[in-house]
């Protein structure tokens, strides 16, 4: 099996069998990766919110943290997505840099009083609107593996057939677009400021494309051309819905820790479309060119993920909080009938992963920095060490007292292949993909 790509460009096997689009595997765990977008705080301490609460984004990790809001807010933030790849092939380096901007949060956390006796102090109702993945990505190459993959013209019916062996040049683009978001509504109470419990629905949203480009030129021996030109287009949208639900604990006054459990997300009515153009030019031979459409139906579900948090609060001078995260991509599955084998190869070839957020904050008066890392393993068994994601964050930010204003710096590194063609004769493009992130977030109380 292939090793996998982490970010939004990953392997390509086959939707034919010299497809360079994501097959089904492909899709299914690149849909169930979560790039953990949020406010400008959250983003600075790398997501390390499990246990500590009190920001809007927060609830996307527990529930249970908009209890430990001590007034109601609410946030926007305003994001740019820096996407800096290196992709080489057999002695060729080509670097692409694109930026991409976006709305990557909005949302709220109304808190009310119960004025109640029962040591259930207040609840308060949560709902926020955040990116989960960014899909925006291109990149191109141009090298000669030395290998003619098509060496064949399809309208050459001589006999024998002309072949067309001596490799001369592959050049290959791979574009990526749309985003899977989430909108999550959720409920939690405080009880007697120390046990703090929380549930929230979750409605997902996904729009992906992918265009890709091939276009190989072999020579005969006689030094004729063969040119073969690649395009295949793919469309997807679908909507789905996940539950989650967690709390938080003091065990003291400094020190809390926090457990949340989301299940699987269930996609229904997906929709792909899939388009693929193909064609042939050789002198003294007929063009030849083939066009191929699908739509397909189909639903899916994602893993679930279990979160262990721990948070140590230096009264008001600072904290250090941890995120642990399990998912098993093991158990992404396509409910609709026909994926028999797509199934199996998730118990045959991914695992589960572990993911750790490290993130902390220091306050000197009204201005506050932060910093934080963030490491996942690679779902793919056989990957390398270097097919895991890791990366760092920092940011600052000051409370002007009605206001806050947040800014946050987060940036992620893996090197991982992308095969082009489905030959273990020719080597895949290797991809240093760089992705940094800002944000600038205001956060109004309410």
């Given at each position: 099996?292939?090793?996998?790509?982490t970010?939004?460009?990953?392997?390509?096997?086959?939707?034919?069998?010299?497809?360079?689009?994501?097959?089904?595997?492909?899709?299914?765990?690149?849909?169930?990766?979560?790039?953990?977008?949020?406010?400008?705080?959250?983003?600075?301490?790398?997501?390390?919110?499990?246990?500590?609460?009190?920001?809007?984004?927060?609830?996307?990790?527990?529930?249970?943290?908009?209890?430990?809001?001590?007034?109601?807010?609410?946030?926007?933030?305003?994001?740019?997505?820096?996407?800096?790849?290196?992709?080489?092939?057999?002695?060729?380096?080509?670097?692409?840099?694109?930026?991409?901007?976006?709305?990557?949060?909005?949302?709220?956390i109304?808190?009310?009083?119960?004025?109640?006796?029962?040591?259930?102090?207040?609840?308060?109702?949560?709902?926020?609107?955040?990116?989960?993945?960014?899909?925006?990505?291109?990149?191109?190459?141009?090298?000669?593996?030395?290998?003619?993959?098509?060496?064949?013209?399809?309208?050459?019916?001589?006999?024998?057939?002309?072949?067309?062996?001596?490799?001369?040049?592959?050049?290959?683009?791979?574009?990526?677009?749309?985003?899977?978001?989430?909108?999550?509504?959720?409920?939690?109470?405080?009880?007697?400021?120390?046990?703090?419990?929380g549930?929230?629905?979750?409605?997902?949203?996904?729009?992906?494309?992918?265009?890709?480009?091939?276009?190989?030129?072999?020579q005969?021996?006689?030094?004729?051309?063969?040119t073969?030109?690649?395009?295949?287009?793919?469309?997807?949208?679908?909507?789905?819905?996940?539950?989650?639900?967690?709390?938080?604990?003091?065990?003291?006054?400094?020190?809390?820790?926090?457990?949340?459990?989301?299940?699987?997300?269930?996609?229904?009515?997906t929709?792909?479309?899939?388009?693929?153009?193909?064609?042939?030019?050789?002198?003294?031979?007929?063009?030849?060119?083939?066009?191929?459409?699908?739509?397909?139906?189909?639903?899916?579900?994602?893993?679930?993920?279990?979160?262990?948090?721990?948070?140590?609060?230096?009264?008001?001078?600072?904290?250090?909080?941890?995120?642990?995260?399990?998912?098993?991509?093991?158990n992404?599955?396509?409910?609709?009938?026909?994926?028999?084998?797509?199934?199996?190869?998730?118990?045959?070839?991914?695992?589960?992963?572990?993911a750790?957020?490290?993130?902390?904050?220091?306050?000197?008066?009204?201005?506050?920095?932060?910093?934080?890392?963030?490491?996942?393993?690679?779902?793919?068994?056989?990957?390398?060490?270097?097919?895991?994601?890791?990366?760092?964050?920092?940011?600052?930010?000051?409370?002007?007292?009605?206001?806050?204003?947040?800014?946050?710096?987060?940036?992620?590194?893996?090197?991982?292949?992308?095969?082009?063609?489905?030959?273990?004769?020719?080597?895949?493009?290797?991809?240093?993909?760089?992705?940094?992130r800002?944000?600038g977030?205001?956060?109004?109380?309410?």
């Amino acid at each position: 099996m292939k090793r996998f790509l982490t970010f939004a460009a990953i392997v390509a096997t086959a939707f034919t069998s010299y497809s360079q689009s994501l097959d089904y595997n492909d899709l299914g765990i690149l849909f169930g990766q979560d790039n953990n977008y949020g406010t400008s705080r959250f983003n600075a301490m790398s997501g390390a919110f499990g246990a500590l609460g009190g920001d809007v984004s927060s609830i996307g990790i527990n529930p249970a943290g908009a209890a430990v809001a001590n007034n109601s807010m609410f946030s926007v933030t305003l994001g740019n997505k820096n996407n800096d790849v290196n992709a080489s092939y057999y002695g060729t380096t080509f670097n692409t840099e694109e930026d991409y901007f976006n709305i990557s949060q909005a949302g709220g956390i109304l808190v009310f009083d119960t004025n109640s006796n029962s040591g259930w102090s207040n609840f308060a109702l949560s709902f926020n609107y955040r990116l989960k993945n960014n899909f925006e990505s291109y990149f191109g190459v141009d090298g000669n593996s030395g290998e003619a993959y098509y060496n064949i013209h399809p309208n050459d019916n001589t006999n024998p057939q002309t072949e067309f062996n001596n490799a001369q040049e592959q050049r290959f683009e791979n574009y990526l677009n749309g985003e899977s978001t989430v909108f999550t509504m959720g409920v939690s109470a405080a009880h007697e400021n120390k046990l703090f419990i929380g549930a929230a629905v979750n409605i997902h949203d996904l729009r992906f494309g992918q265009t890709t480009y091939l276009d190989e030129i072999n020579q005969d021996t006689n030094g004729n051309d063969l040119t073969i030109l690649l395009d295949q287009n793919t469309y997807i949208e679908s909507n789905g819905f996940s539950l989650s639900a967690g709390f938080i604990y003091k065990l003291h006054q400094n020190f809390r820790i926090g457990l949340a459990y989301e299940t699987p997300t269930w996609y229904n009515e997906t929709f792909e479309d899939y388009y693929e153009e193909y064609s042939a030019e050789s002198n003294g031979i007929p063009n030849y060119s083939e066009t191929i459409q699908e739509l397909v139906a189909y639903s899916f579900r994602t893993p679930g993920k279990l979160t262990a948090s721990s948070a140590i609060i230096f009264d008001k001078q600072g904290l250090i909080s941890l995120d642990y995260t399990y998912k098993d991509y093991s158990n992404t599955k396509f409910t609709s009938n026909g994926f028999n084998n797509t199934n199996q190869d998730y118990k045959t070839y991914y695992k589960a992963t572990h993911a750790v957020n490290i993130g902390t904050e220091w306050r000197f008066d009204r201005m506050s920095l932060r910093a934080g890392y963030h490491y996942e393993q690679s779902p793919i068994k056989d990957a390398l060490d270097e097919d895991n994601l890791s990366g760092y964050s920092a940011g600052l930010g000051y409370n002007f007292g009605k206001f806050k204003f947040d800014l946050a710096y987060r940036n992620s590194g893996v090197n991982a292949p992308y095969s082009i063609y489905n030959s273990a004769t020719i080597s895949p493009i290797e991809l240093n993909t760089n992705n940094t992130r800002i944000t600038g977030t205001l956060t109004f109380n309410l």
